[in-house]
RNA sequence: GGCCCGUUCGUCUAGUGGUUAGGACAUCAGGUUUUCAUCCUGAAAGCAGGGGUUCGAUUCCCCUACGGGCUACCA
């Protein structure tokens, strides 16, 4: 292998949405290419005209961007949402090289290592159907591989619709040298002749993608192991040029717990869908790149620049793994707590906009739920019960276990005349008020129970809540009474 | 059916011939605590099975089982 420059791509399908797994795939894409101060360039396959979907670029492209996994070539976006192309590999859009691969195709056929191909999709379907009615191994059974020169014009001159396939060995093997899973190798005879170039004009993957490869000068095809099988084809394609091979690496597949490979009907697989529920860049990308792969043995957390420059192709691994959302919670969780505090607001103050309260309240309502949730959203409802003017006390008791309501009157009297003693500048300091009531109940006599469960019911109203002197730092001296004070009416 | 890939706690994984098989998430139990969450401590939980090779196999080889992928004019 030469010393080249490394070049990495992610090449995804237009077809609606970003799935989770290729998204890790692109992500270990840029980790490759960063590492080696390579580069990571973005290519569409849009062979497949039937299963294009309008915006489906734009949207993939604003993931990335959201996740910080920028190509530094190829297809990208600009902040007015309009597509744009940049590098002297170009085009980067497959749809846009049709000829070249046609080009190709052409050569290939040339080199008698393809042919064109009359057949019909009835003729095919008889075929096929034959082949499983006698147990046979289906697959194109090779009736036009063999004509003759001036047939093939003559037929092409009519006009008539023709795809061109490949011409592969009949006998034989190959060896495919994978980066993950080492040596691999297949018979030439049970590989069906592919067809490259559809009745359309347009190039299956199999010719586009390693003809663009090779154009862009890809080192290092990074797919899933769903394309192991078809690698011979592609070995192929390149040896029949006489072109440098890239690395391949499969890797392995992101799977439902069922095991099967990870599927829209088995939950989110829409790597978007994650973005927009509001887990984070840095968790969902610390997430995904631990799915398969693993730096050392005892860490959980990895920047981005450390799982670049920790990433090591050939230890990825071979099986494939289950996506489950339990770990990725706890890292959204995580990071949501290790971000500063003005990132972290302006993740959460969007879910408090539809209550009415001024901004430094806000800020403490954020800070008191950081611990709370595992999504942004969560915070609208677990806090609801601060932004109310009346609290509904129906549904909890607000006496302790079963003391008396006359004893929960007495507490909660006294409560207030402590809360309004606190000192104006430590008016929002849970640590001081809770060291502060602690003392005064002990002075008392009080239990902590008796005393403080009545308080934190009359200022939530919650079964659950964050502890009182949480609870009256956020409220501030004046609201707190005045719940406790309604408190008292309905006891 | 054929070909190919895979198999360490429930899940993600570390491990590359000699380890009490390690960590994390989840679970459970204690502790802290007015509640819940956090936090702390601890527990339970795994090398798919069978043959080899070897003084010794989770690790190497073979077979079986199981799981998965591919088998399109989709990628």
């Given at each position: 292998?030469?010393?080249?420059?490394?070049?990495?791509?992610?090449?995804?399908?237009?077809?609606?949405?970003?799935?989770?797994?290729?998204?890790?795939?692109?992500?270990?894409?840029?980790?490759?290419?960063?590492?080696?101060?390579?580069?990571?360039?973005?290519?569409?396959?849009?062979?497949?005209?039937?299963?294009?979907?309008?915006?489906?670029?734009?949207?993939?492209?604003?993931?990335?961007?959201?996740?910080?996994?920028?190509?530094?070539?190829?297809?990208?976006?600009?902040?007015?949402?309009?597509?744009?192309?940049?590098?002297?590999?170009?085009?980067?859009?497959?749809?846009?090289?049709?000829?070249?691969?046609?080009?190709?195709?052409?050569?290939?056929?040339?080199?008698?290592?393809?042919?064109?191909?009359?057949?019909?999709?009835?003729?095919?379907?008889?075929?096929?159907?034959?082949?499983?009615?006698?147990?046979?191994?289906?697959?194109?059974?090779?009736h036009c591989r063999d004509l003759s020169a001036e047939e093939v014009q003559k037929r092409l001159e009519a006009g008539e619709s023709h795809v061109i396939r490949l011409k592969l060995p009949k006998e034989g093997s190959v060896t495919i040298n994978d980066a993950i899973r080492g040596e691999v190798g297949f018979e030439w005879k049970l590989i069906d002749d592919q067809v490259i170039i559809k009745s359309d004009g347009m190039a299956t993957y199999h010719l586009a993608a390693m003809a663009d490869d090779h154009d862009m000068e890809i080192t290092h095809v990074i797919r899933g192991e769903e394309w192991l099988s078809s690698t011979p084809k592609h070995i192929f394609i390149y040896e029949s040029f006489g072109w440098e091979l890239p690395i391949f690496a499969h890797l392995p597949l992101i799977l439902n717990p069922d095991k099967s490979k990870l599927s829209k009907r088995q939950g989110d697989v829409a790597a978007e869908d994650y973005l927009k529920k509001g887990y984070l860049p840095q968790a969902l990308i610390n997430f995904l790149a631990l799915l398969g792969w693993n730096p050392t043995?005892?860490?959980?957390?990895?920047?981005?620049?450390?799982?670049?420059?920790?990433?090591?192709?050939?230890?990825?691994?071979?099986?494939?793994?289950?996506?489950?959302?339990?770990?990725?919670?706890?890292?959204?969780?995580?990071?949501?707590?290790?971000?500063d505090n003005q990132s972290y607001f302006d993740l959460i103050l969007p879910h408090l906009s539809s209550y009415n309260a001024d901004l430094k309240f806000k800020q403490r309502v954020a800070l008191l739920f950081r611990e709370r949730i595992i999504l942004p959203s969560e915070i609208t409802e677990q806090s609801a019960f601060l932004f109310v003017d009346k609290l509904d006390y129906s549904n909890i008791s607000i006496t302790w276990k079963d003391r008396s309501k006359d004893e929960a009157r007495e507490r909660l009297t006294a409560a207030i005349g402590w809360i309004e003693q606190i000192d104006d500048s430590k008016e929002h300091d849970a640590k001081h008020i809770e060291e502060y009531i602690k003392n005064l109940i002990q002075a008392q006599g009080w239990g902590n129970g008796d005393t403080l469960w009545p308080l934190r019911v009359s200022l939530s109203a919650q079964e659950k809540s964050p502890s009182p002197f949480e609870l009256i730092a956020v409220l501030g001296k004046k609201q707190s009474t005045a719940r406790i004070r309604q408190a008292l009416e309905t006891l």
């Open positions: 292998m030469l010393e080249r420059r490394f070049r990495v791509r992610a090449a995804p399908s237009p077809t609606g949405y970003m799935h989770i797994g290729n998204l890790r795939t692109y992500i270990y894409d840029y980790f490759l290419a960063k590492q080696n101060s390579g580069d990571f360039l973005l290519r569409i396959e849009d062979t497949d005209k039937s299963r294009f979907v309008e915006g489906a670029v734009e949207n993939l492209c604003n993931s990335l961007k959201q996740l910080g996994i920028e190509p530094n070539e190829g297809v990208w976006i600009d902040d007015d949402n309009k597509i744009f192309q940049r590098g002297d590999h170009g085009p980067y859009i497959q749809s846009e090289r049709k000829h070249i691969h046609q080009q190709y195709a052409k050569q290939l056929v040339e080199m008698g290592k393809a042919y064109y191909c009359f057949c019909t999709a009835e003729r095919l379907d008889e075929v096929r159907k034959m082949q499983e009615l006698t147990k046979r191994p289906t697959g194109y059974d090779g043995a005892d860490r959980e957390i990895y920047t981005k620049q450390e799982l670049i420059d920790l990433f090591d192709l050939t230890k990825v691994n071979k099986a494939g793994a289950v996506f489950q959302i339990d770990k990725l919670n706890w890292l959204n969780n995580h990071y949501l707590r290790e971000m």
